[in-house]
């Protein structure tokens, strides 16, 4: 009887295994097959992905990123890899919904996306949705050999883990720019600009929510307020979130009859904003991006008494990351542009402002000689900080999950506000 029920246990065990397996065989498939990636030596890598090409989708809105992205990085990927980069200029909304459309059509490894400009929010939404490939900055050669793993511009997206899901592709901080020939001193803090305001109704103004530039400035009002550690690990709830950032809509609603059209209405963005600055109908305007005051003097848009200054209590700065789609036809590939994005090379190329500006991501400890030689003669911008008074003045971004509720707030606040 015990040999019975032997055998019976026996065969049910397996009965079980192979269910199992064919339960689970198309996750085990598509997790397989990423491990077999991720499993790939640097040289199996490039031997599987020469003569391929590599869509890399992101926003392609601006001209100094898209030549960037056209002149100086796809001929370096060229070069070292063999491999064609197809830049797609695409909004990240637009991305997303692509992406979760071919999920849902059972795209698996033929996607349209292989390499993707993602960060904050858009991140956190991809990642819970499962649409990234990853682990994988971590097997990257140049990952090891230039990028800080402990840093937590590195670690965190918007107070976000990244778990190796990213790879750093540039930094930026948000910056006040201002018109020095009517602005005398800059003000350094948030009562110098409430005491600007006032003495100087309809000078200064900020866009609309949700738009990017904006929402971080009211973020940075929020910061210099009540400060950002709070909400670091704060729960993504309405009233609680109301509560804290109380004394902050105080001062946004204290400040708003004094803006432009007395705060009665906005500009539709910071292009908008930009404009009127560039036209003397305001005194200021700001930018996520610390070379783009330089950028526009040199293109004759902003006048050249344009300056750029930083809060005392310091301005919130966040990196940009490239992910790879789960779905992508080459992540091997993909793998390769992001190892090469991350190069000295690369990113000291970005950072020339001629080029892009964009900060680099790199330790600068792990520069060798030539390559910190290089950096130091970086002629930067007129109108440009230096990274040492970036970096010293540079605060955490608020986690993604509370800047729509910041935005919401705003909008029955301030914008509503009777």
């Known amino acids: 009887m015990k040999r019975i029920f032997k055998y019976v246990a026996i065969l049910l065990t397996a009965v079980l295994v192979v269910l199992g397996i064919t339960a689970c065989s198309p996750t085990s498939k598509q997790s ?7 499993d790939l030596s640097f040289d199996q890598l490039k031997e599987k992905s020469k003569g391929t090409t590599v869509n890399f989708y992101g926003y392609g809105g601006s001209e100094l990123t898209n030549n960037w992205v056209d002149k100086e990085l ?38 349209s996306v292989d390499l993707i400009w993602i960060n904050g929010e858009n991140f956190y939404t991809a990642k819970k949705n499962n649409l990234l490939f990853g682990p994988f900055a971590n097997k990257l050669p140049n990952f090891e050999k230039y990028i800080d793993a402990n840093s937590n511009d590195v670690k965190s997206d918007f107070g976000y883990p990244t ?43 900020y866009a609309a929510m949700p738009d990017f530039t904006s929402s971080a400035f009211v973020r940075n009002v929020i910061s210099n307020t009540v400060g950002y550690e709070q909400f670091m690990t704060m729960e993504a709830d309405y009233e609680t979130v109301k509560k804290a950032v109380k004394p902050a809509m105080d001062y946004l609603k204290e400040i708003k009859p004094y803006l432009w059209n007395q705060g009665k209405t906005y500009p539709a963005d910071t292009p908008a904003l930009d404009n009127m600055f560039k036209d003397g109908e305001v005194d200021f305007t700001m930018s996520y991006n610390p070379n783009s005051a330089s950028a526009n003097i040199e293109k004759g848009t902003f006048p050249k008494s344009t300056k750029t200054f930083l809060f005392d209590k310091g301005t919130i700065g966040n990196t940009h990351f490239v992910a790879i789609a789960k779905n992508s036809k080459n992540k091997a590939g993909a793998m390769l542009v992001a190892n090469q994005i991350i190069s000295a ?12 500006g964009d900060m680099p991501v790199f330790d600068i400890n792990k520069l060798s000689s030539a390559e910190k030689s290089q950096l130091d003669g970086i002629k930067l911008g007129v109108a440009t900080l230096p990274q040492s008074e970036l970096v010293k003045k540079r605060i955490p971004e608020m986690p993604a999950k509370l800047v729509p509720i910041f935005e919401k707030i705003w909008e029955e606040e301030v914008l509503n506000a009777k």
Do not use: C
Request: aromatic content about 10%; glycine content about 4%.
């Open 74 to 111: 796809a001929p370096m990927v060229q070069k070292n890899y063999d491999i064609k980069v197809n830049r797609v200029g695409m909004n990240i909304d637009e991305v997303l919904n692509l992406m979760i459309n071919e999920d849902k059509a059972g795209k698996k490894d033929d996607g």
């Open 32 to 38: 397989t097959e990423s491990t077999q990636i991720q």
């Open 163 to 205: 778990e190796f899901y990213e790879v750093p592709y540039g930094k930026a901080q948000f910056v006040m720019i201002y018109n020095s020939d009517k602005v005398k001193e800059a003000p350094t803090s948030l009562e110098k600009l409430k005491e600007y305001v006032k003495a100087h109704p309809g000078r200064f103004t």
């Open 345 to 356: 090379e690369a990113q000291l190329s970005k950072y020339n402002p001629s080029v892009w």
